[in-house]
């Protein structure tokens, strides 16, 4: 699995912009460490996935992918970015970025499960045809057994067609044991509606993983397991749709 990796890495550092955003996730890593000393930054988490999956629509059947991804939660709200970079050069830049009213108002904010409202914003960057705004609201919920799930709800807009659509984003976390291993289920449901000459579309991709680093002193480092992508429509493009397993080794460096 490493050795395919290899050509992925050597493109990447042939593009400039993606040179661009690795410097960037390398930067951001440090400062964000340095910035939660201060108080400004409050949480933050970087890893490096490792995937590899075959029976994938569109392109290569079979593809391996790296995902550089970075998240932190500062004063006034939170930001996650991701970048996937793939040998196929089918690769994906996300930025999301939340204000919470919570932390704005400095002020518990409960109604019912909600735990706080966010404005919330996405830009999403393929590697063909422009990028994609998104704008809306936020919701993080209270569900006991999870570290945070939370909800997305916005108005997306693609340059590349006509007119504008609904958006909206699933994203949690969970960790639990079985016979004192400990696992890890993560993952994201993305939907939208169909825009211009494109149908609306429905992603989901959950995450089961298993701590390995525990058996190595480095626990909540080091994770191996599946992730599964279904997906419904895939770009939009209406009957094509995609079922794939993916092999997943995840390092998370802080």
């Given at each position: 699995m490493?050795?395919h990796?290899?050509?992925?890495?050597?493109?990447?550092?042939n593009n400039?912009?993606?040179?661009?955003?690795?410097?960037?996730?390398?930067?951001?890593?440090?400062?964000?460490?340095?910035?939660?000393?201060?108080?400004?930054?409050?949480?933050?988490?970087?890893?490096?996935?490792?995937?590899?999956?075959?029976?994938?629509?569109?392109?290569?059947?079979?593809?391996?992918?790296?995902?550089?991804?970075?998240?932190?939660?500062?004063?006034?709200?939170?930001?996650?970015?991701?970048?996937?970079?793939?040998?196929?050069?089918?690769?994906?830049f996300?930025?999301?970025?939340?204000?919470?009213?919570?932390?704005?108002?400095?002020a518990?904010?409960?109604?019912g499960?909600?735990?706080?409202?966010?404005?919330?914003?996405?830009?999403?960057?393929?590697?063909?045809?422009s990028?994609?705004?998104?704008?809306?609201?936020?919701?993080?919920?209270?569900?006991?057994?999870?570290?945070?799930f939370?909800?997305?709800?916005?108005?997306?807009?693609?340059?590349?067609?006509?007119?504008?659509?609904?958006a909206?984003?699933?994203?949690?976390?969970?960790?639990?044991?079985?016979?004192?291993?400990?696992?890890?289920?993560?993952?994201?449901?993305?939907?939208?509606g169909?825009?211009?000459?494109?149908?609306?579309?429905?992603?989901?991709?959950?995450?089961?993983?298993?701590?390995?680093?525990?058996?190595?002193?480095?626990?909540?480092?080091?994770?191996?397991?599946?992730?599964?992508?279904?997906?419904?429509?895939?770009?939009?493009?209406?009957?094509?749709?995609?079922r794939?397993?993916?092999?997943?080794?995840?390092?998370?460096?802080?």
């Open positions: 490493l050795v990796l290899i050509p992925i890495v050597w493109r990447v550092l400039f912009w993606q040179i661009g955003f690795v410097v960037f996730i390398c930067a951001i890593w440090p400062v964000a460490a340095f910035a939660k000393d201060d108080g400004l930054i409050q949480w933050h988490s970087t890893n490096v996935q490792l995937l590899r999956g075959s029976g994938y629509a569109l392109g290569s059947s079979q593809r391996e992918i790296i995902t550089l991804q970075h998240a932190h939660g500062w004063t006034l709200g939170d930001n996650m970015v991701f970048y996937d970079a793939t040998l196929s050069g089918q690769d994906y996300e930025w999301h970025s939340r204000l919470s009213l919570k932390k704005i108002r400095k518990p904010v409960k109604i499960p909600v735990k706080d409202i966010l404005l919330a914003s996405t830009l999403e960057v393929p590697e063909k045809g990028a994609r705004y998104l704008f809306g609201v936020g919701a993080d919920w209270t569900i006991p057994g999870f570290k945070f939370a909800t997305n709800f916005y108005l997306r807009d693609n340059p590349d067609l006509a007119g504008h659509t609904w909206t984003t699933f994203a949690w976390k969970k960790t639990f044991a079985v016979r004192g291993q400990p696992f890890l289920f993560d993952g994201f449901v993305d939907m939208a169909s825009e211009g000459t494109r149908s609306g579309y429905q992603l989901a991709a959950p995450t089961l993983l298993a701590d390995i680093g525990t058996h190595l002193g480095q626990a909540d480092k080091l994770f191996l397991g599946i992730e599964y992508q279904h997906w419904n429509n895939k770009f939009g493009l209406k009957d094509v749709d995609e794939v397993a993916q092999l997943q080794l995840r390092w998370v460096l802080d």
